[in-house]
């Protein structure tokens, strides 16, 4: 990508800020504009955009882990420990159904696939991305139990499924010697990851709300230092061969118990920052990844792939997980429709591309058109079915078998908006 290229792409971010709020409100969400104009725009044709894979992946990554701790310092510890029966179920039994079920689809719907890569198109389509429909995770609209399951499963997930994403990558490259060393060094990493993110997370935590306390710094040095310590736990999880991703949402989580003394705006720039990134990621996304993938000779089975990936695949092992909870069929649906498939997914099948070539060029595809139907109808829908669902909950009460409670509702906040917005549980 050139100079000028890239003023296209700035000029192409201001103008969505500009009517940010008023495409929103239309179902129109920021994911959705940008792959669109990335795939008009992407190749030769127009901007002579060349985006490499690790160049996307490290984006992606940077996007994620800005999002990831954003979205856990929002969360009250509290209340995880009260109620963590329902993500507990999402990331074991919901988890492993899915990564199941995902398999044995992709082994029927593309044939002589071989069961191993069957098996990454499933692990890579396994993690959640709650940011992209449209802020579910911080719309008051949206009972706040939901809302924590939501954000817990999807911070946690890819950490969990990491390492079997390595293992499959591994068998496939034919390193059978490092099968059981690979699910091995998965465990070290996901607790190491664990290790520094709750470490970091409270020793930064308590080192900024002391110096606020004290008058030694200001509000805006203290976002500049959330942004670090979000990226620093990332970079020293993956330094010491940890998992990156676990580290940032369980920093960002303990963060977030020292959130409300260091002022109201203290993850306003981690925020934006994660943002910005994320338009240029899914630009990217559009103009190297999906353009490819759509004159693939697999299009159409990926497509098919895709829809039951988004509905069945997600939504069956969530209703099984969620058996005994008291939670409604209308929260349980509501729960397993927003499950969308994001940046983490782009990642793994980009590491799995990078490690196995054109090997992994059906799991590339997949995964793209998967990520690429996700972004518009998770985006599209993501407002109808909120207030649907507030209403219906709300009409109801908290002691009716929904089994959720309601919060009053605060003003969601959009990309370009001014003002900072509470949006804690």
């Not at 700035?10 to 495409?23: D, F, T």
């Not at 939504?315 to 209308?330: D, E, F, Y």
């Not at 929904?402 to 509470?422: I, K, N, Q, W, Y």
Request: glycine share 12%; net charge positive; aromatic share 6%.
């Amino acid at each position: 990508m050139s100079w000028g290229d890239l003023a296209v792409v700035a000029a192409i971010i201001v103008l969505w800020a500009a009517v940010s709020g008023r495409a929103e409100r239309l179902g129109i969400t920021a994911p959705m504009v940008f792959v669109i104009i990335g795939l008009a725009l992407g190749g030769e044709q127009a901007l002579h955009i060349t985006l490499s894979a690790s160049t996307i992946r490290v984006g992606s990554e940077l996007t994620l882990v800005m999002v990831l701790f954003a979205d856990a310092a929002r969360v009250r510890v509290s209340s995880i420990r009260q109620d963590i029966g329902i993500p507990a179920r999402l990331l074991s039994i919901g988890l492993a159904l899915t990564i199941g079920l995902g398999a044995l689809t992709a082994h029927l719907i593309f044939g002589s696939l071989g069961l191993w890569l069957a098996l990454l198109v499933a692990l890579c389509l396994a993690p959640t991305d709650a940011g992209l429909g449209a802020g579910i995770v911080t719309n008051a609209s949206v009972p706040s139990r939901v809302r924590r399951a939501i954000n817990v499963e999807s911070g946690l997930n890819d950490g969990i499924v990491a390492p079997l994403v390595s293992l499959a990558v591994a068998v496939i490259a034919g390193q059978s010697h490092e099968k059981s060393a690979s699910l091995l060094h998965g465990v070290r990493e996901i607790g190491l990851g664990a290790l520094v993110g709750v470490g970091g997370g409270l020793v930064v935590g308590w080192l900024l709300t002391v110096a606020v306390r004290r008058g030694w710094t200001e509000q805006g040095a203290v976002g500049v230092a959330t942004i670090a310590a979000a990226l620093g736990s990332y970079a020293f999880a993956v330094s010491i061969d940890g998992n990156g991703f676990v580290a940032a949402f369980l920093a960002g989580l303990c963060f977030g118990i020292f959130r409300h003394r260091m002022g109201p705006r203290v993850l306003e720039l981690t925020e934006g920052s994660g943002q910005l990134l994320a338009c240029l990621v899914w630009f990217g996304f559009g103009a190297a990844m999906l353009r490819p993938a759509i004159s693939s000779p697999v299009v159409l089975r990926s497509l098919v792939y895709a829809v039951i990936s988004l509905t069945l695949i997600r939504m069956v092992p969530v209703a099984i997980a969620m058996i005994g909870t008291r939670l409604g069929a209308p929260t349980v649906a509501f729960m397993g429709w927003f499950g969308p498939r994001g940046l983490a997914s782009v990642i793994f099948a980009l590491l799995a591309s990078d490690q196995l070539g054109e090997k992994a060029s059906t799991v590339l595809t997949a995964v793209s058109i998967t990520v690429a139907l996700s972004v518009l109808a998770h985006g599209l829908s993501a407002n109808v079915l909120i207030d649907r669902y507030a209403k219906l909950v709300a009409s109801h009460g908290p002691d009716h078998p929904l089994g959720v409670e309601m919060h009053v509702p605060a003003p969601r906040r959009t990309f370009g908006s001014v003002g900072p917005v509470d949006r804690s549980d």
